[in-house]
């Protein structure tokens, strides 16, 4: 099974700061690597999927690249509505699996 | 739209079982499977397997094996997860989604359903 880990868990930045997310792969699965904002209490929200497809509504400051091992999500200008802990998923095949989650604050 | 809407939250003790469901609305039910996503408290997200809906073919996760069944009702467009012999490290919120074909992952998500296990 694809292990996923992210980096960092949490992070604090300032409003209109950039922000980068890395979700790294225990082995090469192409792209379909997606990524899921949850804000406190509410139900994840699908936001890039196949590494770089950006979900119909999503704002276009939410970007995502990568592939193999290696990708990232990248909030080019953070806003106080985007704190919320940001999760990858492999949606290669079964078993999916969830990185452990990157948390974002506003500094 | 597109809707699945969860059972309400459950308490329950040690060794009880517990069935949460699941309705779908605003498609066709039968066309996407549906996944089963738990969220302890304060943790992250671990998908626990997922149910094709024109055969009834469940796949469990690792972890999710044994206590955990996946079963539906067509007939009422519902999903259920059934889990036994509860334990205190059930206790969590437990997500229903909508899996895409084209995408092949969770998009539409139920509004979750909190089991809590305590004696």
């Known amino acids: 099974d694809i292990q996923l880990t992210q980096s960092p868990s949490s992070l604090s930045a300032s409003v209109g700061d950039r922000v980068t997310i890395t979700c790294r792969a225990s082995?090469?699965?192409?792209?379909?690597l997606a990524w899921y904002q949850q804000k406190p209490g509410k139900v994840p929200q699908l936001l890039i999927y196949?590494?770089?497809t950006l979900q119909s509504g999503v704002p276009s400051r939410f970007s995502g690249s990568g592939s193999w091992t290696e990708f990232t999500l990248t909030i080019s200008s953070l806003q106080p509505e985007d704190v919320a802990t940001y999760y990858c998923?492999?949606?290669?095949?079964?078993?999916?699996?969830f990185g452990p989650g990157t948390k974002v604050e506003i500094k | 739209q597109v809707q699945l809407v969860q059972s309400g939250s459950e308490l329950k003790m040690p060794g009880a079982s517990v069935k949460v469901s699941c309705e779908a609305s605003?498609?066709?039910?039968?066309?996407?499977?549906v996944n089963w996503v738990r969220q302890a408290p304060g943790q992250g997200l671990e998908w626990m397997g997922w149910?094709?809906?024109?055969?009834?073919?469940?796949t469990y996760a690792q972890g999710f094996t044994g206590r955990f069944v996946f079963s539906l009702d067509t007939s009422v467009n519902t999903a259920y997860l059934q889990i036994s012999s509860l334990k205190p490290e059930d206790t969590a919120i437990y997500y229903c989604?909508?899996?895409?074909?084209?995408?092949?992952?969770?998009?539409?998500w139920g509004q979750g359903t909190l089991v809590t296990v305590s004696s």
């Open positions: 989604a909508k899996h895409s074909r084209d995408l092949g992952l969770p998009d539409y």
């Open positions: 605003g498609y066709s039910f039968t066309t996407y499977a």
């Open positions: 149910i094709t809906t024109n055969t009834e073919k469940p």
């Open positions: 082995q090469a699965f192409s792209n379909y």
């Open positions: 196949s590494a770089s």
């Open positions: 998923l492999n949606h290669n095949s079964a078993p999916l699996t």
